[in-house]
């Protein structure tokens, strides 16, 4: 059936598929997705950060032939915008982590998979052929659960392992409260068995179901040694996710890992904190060359890649705005082309 569009057909902006997901998504998948924490205060700064910026254009610079292409940890992407991890895809298309992951692969880019995903990361894999992708970790209280998460993405073929460090409790998002939300009968976290308390989110009586699926499973005891543990399991490279401040990009560097993600959460943990695009210069300067940097959060134009780029930024990773073409369009084919021409169109 044809779909019904909820702004000018076709769609020229992220915009523009963010208000057509807005109109059709449950209120429940909605808010999860489009929400920050508090009342954010981060999630406005995050895209607002972007427009603080100016650009100073350099004229009569042959751009007849542009090639956007790099290597990022050693693996080549078409182009400087790869796919953070967003959890719970299904519920905004019926073929959710997997048409991500389809689209990724088509365009020549990285997907981040996320540790909550609603397919199971090797469902994902043998979905998307011989594409790059990368795994989200969350550090469970249970050693061997989360090991037995690492050995299963390195298993499946996925070239590095992102440890998300910035959750060590789930951040205050008020609309999952009030929502008290939780999956969708026919939806589970579809990297664990079903008999595993970890495959399972329960509504809360004055929480979010996830909320209390944080509070009750992952570890908040995680420090630099929790890194240097994940490195002991696996001969990938690891990527962090979440650094905000110098500090802790020099403690990183210390611990030898490969990558480090400027994020805050998407906005979802601690509202307050620096936009990313803030925090990225001094990431950048304290890190020197010794590991990547890449940044996500707040990115919506074309000029705003851009930014990140000159900023310091080797990749930019998006989230939301992959959520909304997929609500859009179940295979992404139209809408991650147009996306991943933002840095050439603006």
């Known amino acids: 059936a044809a779909i019904k569009l909820f702004y000018m057909d076709p769609p020229l902006c992220v915009a523009d598929f963010e208000r057509h997901a807005g109109a059709v998504l449950a209120k429940n998948?909605?808010?999860?997705?489009?929400?920050?924490a508090n009342q954010q205060q981060t999630l406005k700064d995050n895209v607002d950060a972007f427009k603080s910026y100016r650009i100073r254009p350099r004229m009569l610079r042959d751009v007849s032939h542009v090639d956007t292409a790099l290597k990022v940890l050693g693996e080549e992407v078409a182009f400087p915008i790869c796919v953070a991890p967003t959890a719970l895809q299904c519920m905004?298309?019926?073929d959710g982590e997997k048409a991500t992951a389809r689209a990724c692969a088509k365009v020549k880019t990285c997907m981040t998979l996320s540790s909550w995903s609603t397919t199971s990361l090797e469902d994902v894999a043998s979905s998307s052929g011989s594409g790059l992708r990368w795994f989200q970790l969350y550090v469970y209280r249970d050693k061997e659960l989360t090991r037995r998460l690492v050995t299963r993405a390195q298993s499946a073929g996925y070239k590095a392992i992102v440890v998300t460090v910035d959750t060590p409790i789930l951040?205050?998002?008020?609309?999952?409260?009030?929502?008290?939300?939780?999956?969708?009968?026919?939806?589970?976290?579809?990297?664990?068995?079903?008999?595993?308390t970890a495959a399972k989110l329960v509504t809360g009586r004055q929480e979010s179901g996830l909320f209390q699926y944080t509070a009750?499973?992952?570890?908040?005891?995680?420090?630099w040694?929790?890194?240097r543990w994940v490195q002991s399991l696996t001969s990938l490279p690891i990527v962090i996710k979440g650094i905000l401040t110098a500090e802790d990009a020099?403690?990183?560097?210390?611990?030898?890992?490969?990558?480090?993600?400027?994020?805050?959460?998407?906005?979802r943990q601690l509202d307050g904190v620096l936009p990313t695009l803030y925090a990225l210069s001094e990431v950048v300067a304290a890190v020197n060359g010794h590991a990547e940097i890449y940044l996500d959060g707040g990115i919506r134009e074309g000029t705003d890649v851009l930014k990140a780029l000159a900023l310091g930024a080797?990749?930019?990773?998006v989230g939301r705005p992959i959520l909304w073409g997929l609500v859009h369009n179940v295979s992404h084919t139209h809408f991650l082309p147009k996306l991943s021409r933002l840095p050439i169109a603006g």
């Open 29 to 36: 998948a909605w808010d999860y997705y489009s929400s920050g």
């Open 225 to 227: 040694e929790s890194v």
């Open 250 to 267: 020099l403690e990183a560097v210390k611990c030898g890992v490969q990558g480090i993600i400027v994020s805050n959460h998407g906005a």
């Open 92 to 94: 905004a298309h019926p």
């Open 314 to 317: 080797k990749v930019v990773f």
């Open 216 to 223: 009750s499973l992952i570890d908040p005891s995680l420090t």
């Open 171 to 196: 951040g205050r998002r008020l609309a999952d409260a009030r929502n008290r939300f939780t999956l969708p009968p026919h939806l589970s976290l579809a990297n664990f068995k079903q008999t595993e």
